[in-house]
């Protein structure tokens, strides 16, 4: 057993944990966040993407021991109580959502992208989400929803 | 004795009592609120005279001779104006000073049709309000005070839930906040984790199981083998040739097959207990196609054989028809099985409940579970609860059991909650793919280019079990001919057993196979006519009143002609245009019991409403919610949509067949009606724990019907998809023109057509599941499963012609959407290289060497 301490949602996190542990098995098991999903476990469909370091990781491929230290994000950590994220508001009013699988690590791969570049152009948009599958949409709604999304973000910037 | 006007009626009282009392206890009117007695709050704010006034400093022989009024006695416009102006603004939390304020801004607007910021701060100065910080509601009133003036509300966000209405999905917003509970998201006190140990070959004789070493393991709770299966072993849904634990003595049938469960108290030690059991095989050789299984000298998979189903669907006289055909063609066809490939694993969570056991599930219909796991513990039906939580796919590859009764077996034997989830490598091999087929398909026209006949022969891999081979094989065979005029065919199919993964329910049932050759071979037809493969389905497609080529007679919500026409000028257009049609029935039909039930039951003044019906992404407890919402008058925020609960919920068939939306959202219609006729006498508050139900049947004729003309569905969708190719040979764009008969939700329709439409790009250009000798050789990764940067840009049109009143002229199109795509990727890809390919996915393209 290896202690380790993640910030994960802007809180710390210190826990004594088998050093085989993965990332994911730390967020759903240990702080018991269940929004982080699995999906294929091999890193191929990225239902359990969650933001490290700023950067999205496939939270199936990673040890949480080498994340020990690091700053997490998960689905959870991006809204505000009953307050959503631009993002979400964006996905529920374009009807991005149909099985709802796949969606915290779309959600959170959108963040990430938008974060870096919130005026991705539409192919830069399927590329920043490329590493997350869908089997329900067909992607059309969500492209469009990250787009609604960078409009609002955009326009609650300029309400500041 | 003391006399005024209230709202507008004239009012005489004996007493002279606290006007706030009198309002609330005499005169019923509850919207002035007692917030504080001593005239501080405002929540008790009406006009008299047109000033805004505390009620609670007034009384009866005050207000004597004057006009009062309160929020009840506003217009109907002015209560819309305020209540739309509020709650677009956010302008209410708890809501308890609301109608103070909406009276006091009253009392402002009257005088003042448009206030500044100033304005309203100082008209409400009088009213408190803890929850919102007063700046929404100085929104909500600015607002309000515009529609006022204009008279006119502008509707944005406020949604009636009508039918054709864009309303959000009911539950998107838990599922973006990640709170959305699926089963494998669940914790109970106490739980322990199950897994099962599967077969190591696809066929193979258990000689022996030996679970001594295992039970040494600290972490292990329980082993259980065939021989502690109480009930029944064997499941299926129509056969019951699955079992739930290969005995030892008998043969493995697949890879997938299991042979011991385990459960332990933690996860991580599943694997290592189930390395400790010692089974050992004797290995046979693994019947690994149809062609194999067929062969005389071929051992038996089952004891009845290896032919699961045997259908044929003939009318006229085909060979005839050929005779004195200008035109006469025969390719064949091979098609791959596919894996659903749904996002979230199969998991189950079951405990014991008193005598009996409840489930958590995630599947496409509880009730099937609840039949399969009372058979399999031997347990009458009422004492297996099954509740649905939320279902992250399914496709049909959810309709089988594949932990559901291992979880249930394993509470049953442990008394403890057993959760079982598989893992996606388990998912690939276990639950039942898309059938491959083998198809030999003829086609005859006149020199019109009119069909005049259409055989085949289909053969299908039904894998190891039966799971719903057999009506996947009919739905390919009384579907094959298209939604054409053809008054000759004859189709013969049969499926196979294997020692391949089952063959079950996916999208599209088997039509998706047969449409593609019999799509590919008009392709052909017309090009050796000279007329576009657009214009031969044109000339053939069919129309209301008109023989389909099962016998049935073209309803007159039939569209198929109105989804070619919407795109022949893109068709004619584009170099590189493919183009298919394609229907699909809505329910089981052929005569098997049908149902559709709901019960709408009212508590605490809201409609809850109960049915089985599964969602597993399509969205069907919006489409409830709104059918009820249609029908009553009632708004989304009346109604509740309760999780499917077989302890609660009545039982509303599976969420197979493109059915619920006919199905459940007729049942739901029936029911919304009776509480309709309660709602005109009543409020929802007097109708407290009533309930309402309603049940649609679908009646049909059998398969085997001596009609001339029998009902094999109560509707059918139609389709027709273009795909166009760039210069490069890469998907530009689909347009995807689909009858729904009436959309009841326009962006649920469309969410089913984009996807519906990328898993059809996949099945046709690069979704393949492979087997070597019985073994799958997939990962999750090399399913050829589209990601977002694959996708070329996705047009719907929806059209709605629909006259039939079930359901709201609702037609299915969950599978539809899936069926033309690969036959109009094939065509646009002859049109690009010359090439006519036969074989699914299309190999030499862009997307596939």
């Given amino acids: 057993m290896i202690e380790v301490t993640l910030k994960i949602n802007g809180k710390m996190y210190t826990r004594k944990i088998n050093p085989m542990l993965r990332l994911i098995d730390f967020i759903r098991d240990e702080i018991k966040l269940k929004g982080t999903k699995e999906g294929c476990g091999e890193g191929e469909c990225g239902a359990c993407t969650v933001i490290m370091n700023g950067k999205t990781v496939n939270s199936c491929l990673v040890l949480a021991a080498s994340a020990n230290g690091a700053e997490i994000t998960t689905i959870e950590g991006l809204s505000n109580g009953d307050h959503l994220h631009p993002i979400q508001e964006a996905f529920i009013e374009v009807g991005a959502v149909q099985c709802g699988y796949c969606i915290p690590g779309m959600i959170l791969s959108t963040k990430a992208l938008l974060d870096e570049n919130l005026d991705a152009t539409e192919a830069q948009i399927k590329e920043g989400i490329s590493g997350n599958l869908c089997r329900c949409t067909g992607y059309t709604k969500i492209v469009e929803g990250v787009k609604i999304a960078q409009k609002k973000i955009i326009n609650s910037q300029e309400g500041d | 004795?003391?006399?005024?006007?209230?709202?507008?009626?004239?009012?005489?009282?004996?007493?002279?009592?606290?006007?706030?009392?009198?309002?609330?206890?005499?005169?019923?009117?509850?919207?002035?609120?007692?917030?504080?007695?001593?005239?501080?709050?405002?929540?008790?704010?009406?006009?008299?005279?047109?000033?805004?006034?505390?009620?609670?400093?007034?009384?009866?022989?005050?207000?004597?001779?004057?006009?009062?009024?309160?929020?009840?006695?506003?217009?109907?416009?002015?209560?819309?104006?305020?209540?739309?102006?509020?709650?677009?603004?956010?302008?209410?939390?708890?809501?308890?000073?609301?109608?103070?304020?909406?009276?006091?801004?009253?009392?402002?607007?009257?005088?003042?049709?448009?206030?500044?910021?100033?304005?309203?701060?100082?008209?409400?100065?009088?009213?408190?309000?803890?929850?919102?910080?007063?700046?929404?509601?100085?929104?909500?009133?600015?607002?309000?005070?515009?529609?006022?003036?204009?008279?006119?509300?502008?509707?944005?966000?406020?949604?009636?839930?009508?039918?054709?209405?864009?309303?959000?999905?009911?539950?998107?917003?838990?599922?973006?906040?990640?709170?959305?509970?699926?089963?494998?998201?669940?914790?109970?006190?106490?739980?322990?984790?199950?897994?099962?140990?599967?077969?190591?070959?696809?066929?193979?004789?258990?000689?022996?199981?030996?679970?001594?070493?295992?039970?040494?393991?600290?972490?292990?709770?329980?082993?259980?083998?065939?021989?502690?299966?109480?009930?029944?072993?064997?499941?299926?849904?129509?056969?019951?040739?699955?079992?739930?634990?290969?005995?030892?003595?008998?043969?493995?049938?697949?890879?997938?097959?299991?042979?011991?469960?385990?459960?332990?108290?933690?996860?991580?030690?599943?694997?290592?207990?189930?390395?400790?059991?010692?089974?050992?095989?004797?290995?046979?050789?693994?019947?690994?196609?149809?062609?194999?299984?067929?062969?005389?000298?071929?051992?038996?998979?089952?004891?009845?054989?290896?032919?699961?189903?045997?259908?044929?669907?003939?009318?006229?006289?085909?060979?005839?028809?050929?005779?004195?055909?200008?035109?006469?063609?025969?390719?064949?066809?091979?098609?791959?099985?596919?894996?659903?490939?749904?996002?979230?694993?199969?998991?189950?969570?079951?405990?014991?409940?008193?005598?009996?056991?409840?489930?958590?599930?995630?599947?496409?219909?509880?009730?099937?579970?609840?039949?399969?796991?009372?058979?399999?513990?031997?347990?009458?039906?009422?004492?297996?609860?099954?509740?649905?939580?939320?279902?992250?796919?399914?496709?049909?590859?959810?309709?089988?059991?594949?932990?559901?009764?291992?979880?249930?077996?394993?509470?049953?034997?442990?008394?403890?909650?057993?959760?079982?989830?598989?893992?996606?490598?388990?998912?690939?091999?276990?639950?039942?793919?898309?059938?491959?087929?083998?198809?030999?398909?003829?086609?005859?026209?006149?020199?019109?280019?009119?069909?005049?006949?259409?055989?085949?022969?289909?053969?299908?891999?039904?894998?190891?079990?039966?799971?719903?081979?057999?009506?996947?094989?009919?739905?390919?065979?009384?579907?094959?001919?298209?939604?054409?005029?053809?008054?000759?065919?004859?189709?013969?199919?049969?499926?196979?057993?294997?020692?391949?993964?089952?063959?079950?329910?996916?999208?599209?049932?088997?039509?998706?196979?047969?449409?593609?050759a019999s799509e590919c071979n008009l392709n052909l037809l017309a090009e050796k006519i000279g007329i576009s493969a657009w214009e031969i389905r044109y000339r053939n497609a069919i129309l209301p009143g008109q023989v389909l080529p099962n016998g049935q007679i073209a309803d007159n919500g039939t569209a198929i002609k109105e989804t070619l026409v919407a795109l022949k000028e893109e068709y004619e257009k584009h170099k590189y245009s493919g183009i298919a049609c394609a229907m699909k029935n809505s329910g089981l039909g052929v005569g098997v019991p049908d149902f559709g039930r709901c019960k709408l039951v009212i508590k605490d003044g809201l409609v809850h409403i109960r049915t089985s019906a599964a969602c597993m992404g399509q969205g069907v407890a919006t489409i409830t919610s709104q059918i009820v919402c249609e029908t009553t008058g009632l708004l989304p925020d009346d109604i509740i949509v309760d999780a499917p609960d077989s302890f609660l919920t009545p039982d509303s068939g599976t969420s197979t067949a493109s059915r619920q939306t006919l199905f459940t959202g007729e049942a739901t219609k029936l029911a919304a009606l009776k509480l309709k006729e309660r709602l005109l006498k009543n409020s929802l508050v007097e109708l407290e724990s009533i309930e309402f139900y309603g049940e649609y049947q679908g009646i049909t004729d059998p398969i085997n019907s001596s009609k001339d003309h029998p009902i094999s569905h109560v509707a059918y969708g139609y389709a027709t998809q273009l795909v166009i190719l760039d210069n490069d040979g890469k998907l530009e764009k689909v347009i995807a023109a689909h009858d729904v008969g009436n959309a009841i939700n326009p962006t649920n329709v469309e969410g089913q057509i984009e996807g519906g439409v990328v898993m059809g790009l996949g099945y046709a250009l690069t979704e393949d599941y492979p087997l070597i000798n019985s073994v799958p050789k997939a990962k999750f990764g090399t399913l050829g499963l589209f990601k977002s940067k694959d996708i070329p840009e996705i047009k719907t049109i929806i059209i709605e012609k629909n006259t039939s009143d079930l359901a709201y002229g609702a037609k299915g199109i969950g599978e539809i959407t899936s069926i033309p795509t690969a036959p109009a990727v094939q065509g646009a890809y002859y049109k690009f290289d010359g090439k006519f390919r036969l074989k699914l996915p299309l190999e030499g393209t862009f997307y596939r060497k």
């Fill in chain 2, 1 to 516: 004795m003391f006399e005024f006007n209230l709202n507008s009626k004239k009012v005489v009282f004996e007493e002279d009592i606290n006007f706030l009392e009198y309002l609330r206890e005499h005169a019923n009117f509850t919207s002035v609120k007692n917030g504080c007695g001593e005239g501080v709050c405002g929540a008790c704010m009406i006009l008299v005279d047109g000033k805004p006034t505390r009620a609670c400093i007034l009384t009866t022989s005050s207000v004597s001779g004057k006009n009062i009024l309160t929020i009840e006695g506003l217009s109907q416009f002015e209560k819309e104006a305020y209540s739309w102006a509020f709650a677009q603004a956010g302008a209410v939390q708890c809501g308890f000073c609301t109608p103070g304020m909406i009276i006091s801004a009253k009392g402002l607007i009257d005088n003042n049709s448009n206030p500044s910021k100033e304005d309203i701060k100082a008209a409400i100065k009088g009213n408190i309000c803890r929850c919102t910080g007063y700046v929404k509601i100085i929104e909500a009133i600015k607002l309000a005070a515009t529609c006022i003036s204009s008279g006119k509300i502008i509707i944005r966000k406020k949604f009636s839930g009508k039918i054709g209405e864009r309303i959000p999905r009911i539950d998107a917003k838990d599922k973006i906040l990640g709170i959305a509970q699926f089963v494998d998201d669940m914790k109970i006190n106490d739980m322990i984790y199950g897994s099962a140990l599967r077969s190591i070959y696809p066929r193979a004789r258990v000689l022996s199981i030996d679970i001594d070493e295992a039970l040494k393991h600290p972490d292990v709770v329980a082993i259980i083998t065939a021989k502690d299966i109480p009930g029944n072993r064997f499941i299926g849904h129509i056969v019951k040739d699955w079992p739930a634990l290969i005995a030892i003595g008998e043969e493995t049938r697949y890879l997938g097959d299991s042979v011991a469960l385990v459960a332990a108290k933690n996860k991580q030690s599943l694997t290592e207990i189930k390395n400790l059991i010692k089974v050992t095989y004797e290995e046979l050789k693994p019947i690994s196609s149809p062609a194999m299984a067929m062969k005389a000298s071929s051992p038996k998979i089952h004891e009845s054989g290896n032919i699961l189903k045997v259908e044929r669907v003939k009318r006229g006289n085909v060979e005839e028809a050929f005779k004195n055909s200008k035109y006469v063609l025969t390719n064949h066809y091979s098609l791959p099985f596919t894996e659903h490939a749904f996002l979230e694993p199969e998991s189950a969570l079951a405990l014991p409940d008193g005598e009996g056991i409840t489930v958590y599930t995630g599947s496409q219909g509880i009730y099937d579970e609840q039949r399969e796991i009372s058979e399999l513990l031997g347990l009458p039906k009422h004492l297996v609860r099954t509740i649905s939580k939320y279902v992250g796919g399914g496709f049909g590859g959810k309709e089988d059991m594949s932990v559901q009764h291992h979880a249930a077996l394993l509470s049953w034997y442990t008394k403890k909650p057993v959760k079982v989830t598989l893992s996606r490598k388990e998912s690939i091999i276990v639950h039942p793919k898309r059938h491959a087929m083998e198809i030999t398909a003829t086609t005859s026209c006149d020199e019109l280019g009119n069909i005049t006949a259409f055989k085949a022969s289909i053969v299908a891999d039904t894998g190891a079990y039966a799971s719903l081979g057999g009506p996947v094989l009919q739905r390919a065979c009384t579907h094959a001919a298209g939604p054409y005029r053809c008054p000759n065919v004859d189709i013969e199919g049969m499926a196979v057993y294997t020692n391949n993964p089952p063959g079950g329910a996916f999208r599209g049932f088997g039509v998706t196979q047969s449409v593609f």
